[in-house]
């Protein structure tokens, strides 16, 4: 089991440029224990085919879950763990992209970033030379816990950068808000980025024609002002910077159940996530 700050996991295709189209790269972000990992696995139930779909999965903490949680599902998965892939792993991003293109050739990739991952960083990675003629971005997808909104001021510029820049943003889990909340949400996102779409949704299920509709023309952008309020996004090179740790715990010996329950019922609020498997005496639980 993990407690972590963010994990993140790319899904995509290559062709390479003579004569055939470009990978398509639908980078998914948001924050901490938002849903990204759900609308993955929504995303490889569609029907349809998606035999020329990657996966690359980037975890913060040491160990890797959603690698886990997305095998068996008909595409190939790769991941990346122990850092966030726009600061100290960037390098290993643009290494791990290259050998997905030269691997498996896909004709789309799915990137899944860590909850503490600054996508502007992530893009200007997948913006390299390099990488000019044989993918390009169709979609950055953004997916918020409708829990978090109200508490976006503690969560930084960061929080803010994952809405701002992207093309489609999901509400997530708005079933455990009331409609009236939901509806004023909705509006403040949309304020907070009048490019995005922005849709309500429940365990990320949305219609495949929303998330594979192509993106707006115009290319993301942070405004000076924004900047100014918030700080560079250039800070973001170091997670630590906001206090987001990382703790990761094995054992082989199977957990009372009723204190584990006790355990996860008595968290305290700065714990954002926890994502593993837990073994009880007689079942092995997700």
């Given amino acids: 089991m993990e407690v972590a700050i963010g994990c993140m996991e790319v ?3 290559e062709s390479s ?7 398509e790269v639908v980078l998914i972000s948001g924050f901490l224990g938002a849903g990204k990992t759900t609308l993955l696995r929504n995303i490889l139930s569609w029907p349809g085919d998606l035999s020329g779909t990657a996966i690359l999965v980037n975890e913060f903490g040491r160990i ?12 190939p998965v790769m991941e990346m763990v122990n850092g ?4 100290t792993l960037q390098a290993d991003l643009i290494k791990t992209v290259r050998e997905i ?3 498996f050739h896909p004709t789309r990739l799915l990137i899944e970033a860590t909850g503490v991952a600054d996508p502007i960083d992530i893009l200007k ?3 390299q030379p390099q990488f000019q003629n044989k993918l390009k971005v169709t979609k950055v997808v953004t997916v918020i816990d409708a829990d978090f909104w109200e508490a976006k001021e503690h969560f930084g510029h960061l929080f803010y ?14 079933d455990l ?5 939901v509806s004023r949400f909705l509006a403040e996102i949309q304020e907070t980025s009048p490019s995005s779409s922005v849709v309500p949704t429940h365990h990320c299920q949305v219609d495949p024609e929303v998330l594979w509709k192509p993106r707006s023309p115009q290319a993301f952008k942070v405004d000076p002002f924004f900047t100014m309020l918030h700080g560079s996004y250039q800070d973001s090179q170091n997670s630590t910077k906001f206090g987001f740790v990382t703790f990761s715990f094995e054992s082989e010996a199977p957990f009372q159940e009723e204190c584990f329950r006790e355990l996860m019922a008595s968290l305290p609020v700065n714990v954002y996530r926890i994502k593993g498997y837990a073994l009880f005496s007689d079942k092995r639980v997700f």
């Fill in 84 to 87: 966030c892939i726009c600061c």
């Fill in 101 to 103: 293109l030269d691997r």
């Fill in 177 to 181: 808000q009331l409609p009236e909340m």
């Fill in 17 to 23: 440029a003579m004569g055939k189209s470009l990978c």
């Fill in 64 to 75: 890797g879950i959603d690698g886990q949680l997305l095998e068996g599902l008909g595409s």
């Fill in 11 to 13: 899904i995509g295709r």
């Fill in 125 to 127: 990675a997948l913006n």
């Fill in 161 to 174: 950068n994952q809405v701002r820049v992207a093309d489609l943003v999901l509400l997530n889990k708005v």
